[in-house]
């Protein structure tokens, strides 16, 4: 196999284990960016520690690198001091094109981290994806709750939900990456196909699991105060907590044929993830 050419930050990730399983799937070889490369339970390849806020792990991380998937860690908000002279950085080590993980809004939400990552990639070779809520937060966000009370517990009200499967979306990651001619300029709004309510989707789970899932809507403060007592630092329980309140309104609720286009099928369903990994979802003793 080539040495690697394209460097994955984020490796130890959700999105990015799934992005390696994408890519090892096409022979890919791959470099794992990682804060500690003990992490690399399911990297390919190179693996190299790395620091966004460490300037010095930079080189070492980009040698030789052609193109680049760029994640934001959730800790991180200042983009001027990381993010953004990391890209500038990439490029003048050769990089030809950066993937952006952004989020759904961030061309617009000035207040979203993102949002200014995305301003300086603009006009460069880049490619944004932006994707909305994830069925994976179950296995992540949620799945504590779940496990533990056998509850979901989000600010959301009646909203409802386009969930997408990151296993799509690194499909698409991973053809901007290779084919970078066929998508550089271009920022994609990636959702599921189909809008589901929480009191649904706590369904789905008690069917799945054998035992009840109930959805309890929280209130803003009760989730703020929830997501602190999970240990979540101050700025990101603010973020989550207002995703969550805008799904009250419909700001995940209609679903976007980017994806479906993109893949040429229909998207993984939040049927399928939740039933592909219901184990994950076992009582705490």
């Not at 973020?239 to 799904?247: A, E, N, P």
């Amino acid at each position: 196999m080539a040495a690697p050419r394209l460097l994955i930050t984020g490796a130890s990730g959700n999105m990015g284990r799934a992005l390696l399983a994408e890519l090892a799937a096409r022979n890919v070889a791959v470099r794992s960016a990682l804060r500690d490369p003990a992490d690399a339970r399911d990297a390919q390849g190179d693996t190299v520690a790395f620091d966004f806020e460490n300037r010095s792990t930079w080189p070492a991380a980009l040698a030789g690198i052609s193109a680049l998937f760029l994640l934001r860690p959730p800790p991180l908000s200042d983009m001027k001091a990381t993010l953004i002279p990391f890209c500038d950085a990439a490029y003048a080590a050769g990089v030809a094109q950066i993937v952006f993980l952004s989020v759904v809004g961030a061309d617009t939400k000035k207040w979203v981290p993102h949002h200014a990552v995305e301003k300086a990639l603009a006009g460069r070779p880049a490619t944004i994806l932006r994707p909305g809520f994830f069925a994976q937060n179950f296995a992540d966000a949620y799945r504590e709750d779940i496990c533990a009370d056998n509850r979901i517990y989000v600010p959301a009200g009646k909203g409802r939900v386009s969930f997408v499967d990151l296993r799509d979306v690194a499909e698409i990651a991973a053809d901007a990456l290779l084919t970078p001619q066929n998508h550089q300029g271009a920022a994609y709004n990636l959702t599921g196909a189909s809008a589901v309510g929480f009191a649904e989707a706590a369904a789905m789970l008690s069917a799945l699991l054998a035992r009840p899932i109930r959805y309890v809507p929280a209130s803003m403060l009760g989730y703020i105060l929830h997501q602190r007592r999970r240990g979540r630092p101050w700025m990101a329980a603010f973020i989550q907590t207002v995703l969550h309140v805008g799904l009250r309104f419909g700001a995940a609720a209609t679903p976007d044929a980017t994806l479906e286009t993109l893949l040429g099928r229909r998207p993984r369903s939040l049927h399928s993830y939740l039933a592909d990994h219901a184990q994950l979802w076992a009582p705490k003793p």
